[in-house]
Nanobody, 119 residues
């Protein structure tokens, strides 16, 4: 199971930290991806954290601004989002596909959390 939290309304340039609480599988050996979807647009891969070695990948649109990490004892994956822009607005969700490597498909996903960047 995957459950996101931490979304909200933030002004451009602000920060948010999303959390993905996981259960029912071994986070240490699972790749976890963050995705987002804006109204009228398709799904966009945001980041991936590998279950092989903990390495990370990011979409070009968020590189240098977003960071994904995990707390294995707490079974939580985070997405720290800095310098947010209006185009970052959307529903963010974490997902996995039972694999250990990136990229992941969103076969198993959480309900999502809304992020709105607006002044």
């Amino acid at each position: 199971q995957l459950v996101e939290s931490g979304g909200g309304l933030v002004q451009p340039g602000g920060s948010l930290r999303l959390s993905c609480a996981t259960s029912g599988f071994r986070l240490r050996y699972s790749a976890i991806g963050w995705f987002r979807q804006a109204p009228g647009k398709g799904r966009e891969r945001v980041s991936c954290l590998s279950g092989d070695d903990g390495s990370t990948r990011y979409a070009d649109s968020v590189k240098g601004r977003f960071t994904t990490s995990r707390d294995i004892p707490k079974n939580v994956v985070y997405l720290q989002m800095n310098d947010l822009k209006p185009e970052d607005t959307g529903t963010y969700y974490c997902a996995r596909d039972r694999g250990r490597s990136c990229p992941v498909e969103d076969d198993i996903r959480g309900p999502g959390t809304q992020v709105t960047v607006s002044s």
